[in-house]
């Protein structure tokens, strides 16, 4: 891999992560902007939370389609990269980094954990659907999605480092790893001082329809 084919992987991954499917199907559902509702996240947790589970799934898979994409698009541009690891990293990376930090939205988006999980699904599907079930359960487990979104950023450097990925392939890691503690760190503090909403306030908010499953 050389430069050219890093830095095209990075932006082409960046921009597709720069299309924030919470923000749009908010303003199309409730014509609010779900980074000043709820959490303030613009991520699938939010909207769950906010506008209802179907519409958190659409966000979520979205989210996770954005990020596997560009590491197919990449792929196809150069066939003939001598360790397409690397450029599926790169541009898994973007596309995290696009959803985190959105050009076009003054860089406030959400915490990238679905992108996340649709690069790690193109670097290895086994390694992707592990870290899907292990979100799920941690979630349940400890009834906040942050916790599940917080190991999942502690675990991959350290599993990229044991399985001997590259150095870029690490280094990503390492990257989304830093910037995942940095946006996690609110999360922290509300589970801390006991103002975190859990996954089960979700479920009886819209099992009893409250606000009309739509504030």
């Known amino acids: 891999m050389n430069i050219i084919q890093g830095s095209t992987a990075l932006l082409i991954g960046y921009l597709f992560g720069c299309f924030q499917t919470s923000y749009f199907i908010s303003k199309m559902v409730s014509k609010k902007d779900i980074r000043e509702i709820g959490s303030g996240n613009a991520g699938a947790s939010n909207v769950t939370s906010e506008l209802g589970w179907k519409y958190g799934i659409l966000t979520g898979i979205a989210d996770v389609l954005k990020a596997y994409i560009p590491t197919q698009i990449v792929l196809y541009i150069f066939p003939g990269a001598y360790q397409p690891l690397d450029i599926i990293a790169l541009a898994g990376t973007g596309a995290v980094l696009g959803h985190i930090y959105p050009f076009f939205l003054d860089f406030r988006g959400g915490k990238g954990i679905a992108c996340y999980i649709g690069m ?25 999605v942050a916790v599940g ?67």
């Open 120 to 144: 790690l699904l193109a670097i290895d599907w086994q390694i992707g659907a592990a870290a899907i079930i292990g979100l799920i359960l941690l979630t349940i487990i400890t009834d906040f």
């Open 149 to 215: 979104s917080i190991s999942l950023y502690i675990i991959i450097p350290l599993l990229a480092y044991y399985k001997n990925y590259s150095d870029v392939v690490i280094g990503c890691a390492v990257v989304l790893f830093v910037v995942g503690m940095i946006k996690h760190w609110i999360n922290v503090k509300r589970i801390l001082s006991g103002n975190e909403t859990g996954l089960r306030s979700v479920f009886k908010k819209h099992s009893t329809g409250g606000s009309n499953g739509n504030n």
